[in-house]
C-alpha cells in the first residue's frame, strides 16, 4: 500500500518505480516559493509543517510501496581462516535517533525498537551466534525507546545466555549509554563522545508567530492540564512543575539503570557524572563509564574471548537488497533521498509527532 503523496510547489522532480517494488515520489518548492513575497510564504510553509505535525528532517519526502520478502537477511563481513569455523559474532547496529516510531508519515525507515527486536531474535535463534556486538552510533533517543531497547536486551542475555560487547562509534550519549549499559562490556573508540546521563523535554511555542500571521487555535478541553506542553500558548507555572517531576523521575531510573551496568561505580559517583555533560573515551574510560577503548575489530576479538571462542565469522542483519561490505555499515534501509531546492531541516525532537521525553544528547538546543 502506498503513503499518500503530498505536493509542496507546482510540480515533481522525479517518479521512479525500482525492480523492489519502490515508488519515489519527490516533492520540491518551486519558484513561486522562491521568488515574490518569500519571507511571509516561508513563514506560513513552516507553520503548516508545524501544525500538521509533520517532521521535516530529510531534503525531500520519499513515498514508498513496501515490498514482499523484507525478511532479515545475514551477510558475512569477516571470516577467520580455517576450514570448519561455524562459529559466528553478530554485529547488531544502532544508528541515529531511537524513537520507536517509523520516524514520520512520510519518511521510509524502520521502527528502531522493532527492527532491534527483530535482529536480537535472529542472533538468538541461531545456534552458531555466539556472542553479540552492539554497534552504537546515536546521541540517544525518546525514553520509551531507549528503556524498551534496553529490556529487551536484557531478556535476551537472560534467555539464550549470550555475551554481549557494546562498540562505540562517534557517538553513544544518553539513551544509546542507557542501551550500553545491558551489555556485558562496553568500548569505545579514541574519538567517541558518550554520556549525557540525564533527561529532557523541549517543546516549541509558536504562539507569536501564529499572532503575526492572524491565526489562532481553539481548544476544548476535559480538564485544565489536558493540552500541557502545547505549541500554540505559553506554558503555565504549574505545567513546568508537573514536567519537572516527571524529569526527576525518569532521571532516577537512568541513574538505577547505570548503577546497574557499572557495578564498579557508587550512586553517588555517577550522580556527580549525570549532571547532562558529555566524555571522550578517555576521560569516561577514567571515571569508569566505559571498560576499554578499542575499534569494532577489538570489540569482536573481546566478543570471543567471553564466549570462550578462538575463531568465527562475523555477520550483520539486513534486509534484502541492503549489502553490507564491512563492520562500518549501516543496516538502515534505503534511508535518504536528494533533490530539494530548500532544505528545511528541523531539530530531530521536532521530526516526530508530538511531545517526547527524551534522553537524548543534543548540542546547541536552548
Known sequence: MLAPNIG???????????????FQYLTTFGETIMTGKVKKNLIVVILFLLLAGVGCGPTAFLIQAVPGGRKLKETVIEKDKGFFVKDKIAVIDVDGIMINSRGGLFR??????????????????????????????????????????????????????KPVVACMLDVAASGAYYLACGADGIMAQPSTITGSIGTIIQTINVAGTMRMLGVRTETIKSGKL???????????????????????EFYEQFLNVVDQGRP????????????GRVFAAKEALANGLIDKIG??????????KLASIEKAHVVMYHRPAGYKPNIYSSANYNKTTTGALINLDLP???????????????????
Open 8 to 22: 509542496l510547489s507546482n510540480g515533481c522532480d522525479t517518479a521512479d518505480i525500482s525492480r523492489y517494488g519502490e
Open 226 to 248: 489536558k493540552d500541557i506542553g502545547s505549541p500554540y500558548r505559553e506554558m503555565t507555572e504549574e505545567e513546568r512543575e508537573l514536567f519537572a517531576g516527571l524529569i526527576n
Open 348 to 366: 530531530d525532537w521536532l521530526n516526530s509527532n508530538g511531545t517526547h521525553f527524551l534522553y537524548l544528547w543534543q548540542p546547541g538546543s536552548e
Open 264 to 275: 564498579s561505580l557508587t550512586l553517588e559517583h555517577i550522580r556527580k557524572l549525570a549532571d
Open 295 to 304: 575499534y569494532p575489530s577489538q570489540a569482536v576479538e573481546w566478543a570471543k
Open 108 to 161: 521510509s525507515k524502520d521502527n528502531q525498537v522493532s527492527l532491534f527486536v527483530e535482529k536480537l531474535d535472529k542472533a538468538r535463534k541461531d545456534s552458531a551466534v555466539k556472542a553479540i556486538v552492539l554497534r552504537l552510533n546515536s546521541p540517544g533517543g525518546t525514553i520509551g525507546a531507549s528503556d524498551t531497547m534496553y529490556h529487551q536486551l536484557k531478556l535476551f542475555k537472560e534467555k539464550c545466555k
